[in-house]
């Protein structure tokens, strides 16, 4: 799970912030949004910097039930490690699935209508002593550079009194309170590889080795390699058990 983290994190922070233009520090009107947020709803929310890979974490009373002191923190890591250890490994790899694909689709909005839109994603916290109780995540990206490169997200998590199902995490636009169709986003996934890449995925997943996708597919194993490598760098993964779990999840592949 944390290698699935730490590889968007490096997406995340790894995009191009040499732009012209843009602001040198987090303006203060995120930093009193966020909060208000916390005074509202005592909840927790979470300023990331991208640019400079910082976050200010910000926790209301809830923060007290999962370790979190009420007061404001600043942290030198733009995913809150705090926050993430207190959700379940499955649904917290969910909601990185989710994160990659609200990215690749927010590259896909133009930067002023980027803020419109935002994650919502149910997940369970466990709490000191008191078991798992339903939260409500919502992740927004703020700010954009003047090359597009997203700077700033803001993270909020609220208890939740209820029952989620089966809900699923979803990408909702704001102006319209509808969420984005399935379809709209899943044509953004299948961006992230090349036709040839997703058929070595495919034989991966069918535990082919490099020298059998080879000559499956009648090119040179240095060529197999070097796919290989480029489906680890698209889905931002470390080893070839994670692409495959990524690309079913991201329907890149059929379920073997």
Not at 15 to 38: H, I, M, N, T, W
Request: net charge negative; with cysteine.
């Amino acid at each position: 799970m944390k290698t699935q983290e730490q590889e968007l994190k490096s997406l995340l922070i790894g995009q191009d912030f040499d732009s012209p233009g843009c602001l040198s520090a987090v303006p203060e009107q995120y930093k009193d949004l966020a909060r208000a947020y916390v005074r509202t709803e005592n909840g927790i929310a979470v300023l990331s910097d991208f640019r400079e890979n910082r976050s200010y974490i910000f926790a209301g009373k809830f923060g007290a039930a999962v370790g979190l002191e009420d007061v404001a923190m600043e942290i030198d890591a733009a995913f809150e490690e705090a926050v993430f250890s207190c959700i379940p490994p499955e649904e917290l790899l969910e909601r990185h699935v989710l994160e990659l694909r609200f990215f690749q689709f927010q590259k896909s909005v133009a930067p002023a209508e980027r803020p419109c839109y935002n994650i919502v994603c149910p997940l369970h916290f466990r709490l000191l002593g008191q078991g798992d109780i339903p939260v409500l995540h919502r992740t927004f990206y703020l700010e954009s550079l003047p090359n597009g490169s997203i700077w700033l997200a803001l993270c909020l998590y609220t208890p939740f009194v209820g029952n989620f199902g089966a809900a699923a995490g979803q990408i909702v636009d704001n102006r319209t309170g509808m969420a984005v169709l399935p379809e709209t986003y899943e044509l953004t996934d299948c961006k992230l590889l090349s036709r040839r890449e997703s058929d070595v995925l495919a034989l991966l997943a069918k535990g082919k080795s490099s020298k059998q996708i080879a000559e499956k597919l009648c090119i040179s194993i240095y060529t197999v390699y070097r796919h290989r490598q480029n489906i680890l760098a698209a889905l931002q993964v470390s080893n070839t058990a994670a692409a495959v779990e990524i690309g079913m999840r991201l329907r890149l592949i059929p379920p073997v």
